[in-house]
Each structure stands twice: as C-alpha cells, then as structure tokens.
C-alpha cells in the first residue's frame, strides 16, 4: 500500500503561480509512474500531467500545455506539478495518483492507476 500526500494548494490570483507537491510514503518510488488530476466542482475528474518513472518522459494535458509543468524527484519520493500562468479555469481539487510498473511511460488514464492522494484544492481567482 503507498499513501500519498498532496501539497502546495491554496488562493491565488489570476496570472499566478503554485506548485504543488506529492510525497510517497515507498521505498520503491521510482517503480511508480506519477500523475496528476484534478476535479472541479460538478465535473469529472480529469488528466492534467504525468511521468514515467525516471522522469524522463512526461505528458501534460492540452489545457495546461506551456503552462504546467511536472517533474519528480526520485531521491525525496516526491512528484511536483508546478503551475504557472494559472487562470480560473483551473480551480479544482488536485490529485496526485501512482502506478507500479516496470515500464518507463507514463499514463493519461485515471484507470491506470493504482493509488491516490486525499486532493489539494487550488483556486484561481479572476
């Protein structure tokens, strides 16, 4: 069982930047591709960004292209989804999920994965 634990939420203006962070509670972290999702009010939730295991390979949502950026740090268990340029579109409770594989992708499918964080809630205000 891995827990992961969302951070970095909170208010902020429209133009603005958070960065949000995920820790792992493996020792294994680098067996698990990282992504994040995010869910607003009355919709489903949906992809924002991933990475393969070692980081090389990442994907991030058309919606948050130029933008978002995630990245990981193998050595701290964490994942980070560093959010610029943010607008009030992308108000929504943010997840962060793992998938253990033994494959070096990264996956776009809430499907895939294995495990979830408790959610971090991002508002951008206009």
């Known amino acids: 069982q891995v827990q992961l634990v969302e951070s970095g939420g909170g208010l902020v203006q429209a133009g603005g930047s958070l960065r949000l962070s995920c820790a792992a509670s493996?020792?294994?972290?680098?067996?698990?591709?990282m992504g994040w999702f995010r869910q607003a009010p009355g919709k489903e939730r949906e992809f924002v960004a991933a990475?393969?295991?070692?980081?090389?390979?990442?994907g991030v949502a058309n919606s948050v292209k130029g933008r978002f950026t995630i990245t990981r740090d193998n050595a701290k268990n964490t994942v980070y989804l560093q959010m610029n340029s943010l607008k009030p579109e992308d108000t929504a409770v943010y997840y962060c999920?793992?998938?253990?594989?033994?494959?070096?992708?990264?996956?776009?499918?809430?499907?895939?994965?294995?495990?979830w964080g408790q959610g971090t809630q991002v508002t951008v205000s206009s």
């Open positions: 990475i393969s295991r070692s980081g090389f390979n990442t």
């Open positions: 493996t020792r294994t972290f680098s067996n698990y591709a």
């Open positions: 999920a793992a998938r253990f594989t033994a494959f070096e992708g990264y996956y776009n499918l809430l499907s895939r994965y294995d495990y």
